[in-house]
């Protein structure tokens, strides 16, 4: 059994991370069509690591003894100037989501509910790993500017980016 305002809140991160999947799916999309393969390559990894965070906060939800009544997932957008400022987008989409993890922390504290004060540690640490990831490329990008060779050595970097599946007791 879970408080109803918590399965409310988790509920709603639900539909969070699927948005969260289909955003860097559509920006993985965007950098197949303008030619960055290896740009391309590291979205979909973070789309596919987005849907795994969906289905763990989906599974905890049931793992509880609770329904999960899905909503539905909003457009993302298709077009962006620069890659620059796609992971200014993906920077601030992520601080969107620390923040709403914090708001599930702060429900957790208020209703009592160790077991999902617990169970959203994993997500503070995910969002400090991801929000300094996009710092970085963010960095990378400012400091290449114009320079095409950067650009494209940075894309084979990003290229060789591999998915690894959450983990047993992760998942
Ligand atoms: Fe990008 O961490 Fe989930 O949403």
Known sequence: MLNEK????????VNEEFYSAYLYLSMSAYFSKIG???????????????????MKMFNYILSRGEDVKLHTIKEP????ESPLQVFEETLNHEQHITERINY??????EVK?????NFLQWFIDEQVEEEENDREIIDRLKFIGDNGNGLFMLDRDLGTRTYTPLTNEEA
């Not at 599930?104 to 504290?109: K, M, R, S, T």
């Not at 509910?113 to 004060?117: E, S």
């Open 36 to 54: 960055l393969k290896g740009f391309a390559n590291w979205m979909m990894v973070q789309y596919k690591e987005e849907v795994d965070h969906g």
């Open 104 to 109: 599930l922390i702060d429900v957790a504290e």
């Open 113 to 117: 509910d160790r077991a999902t004060y």
């Open 6 to 13: 918590m399965k409310n809140a988790l509920t709603d991160q």
């Open 77 to 80: 957008p298709t077009e962006w």
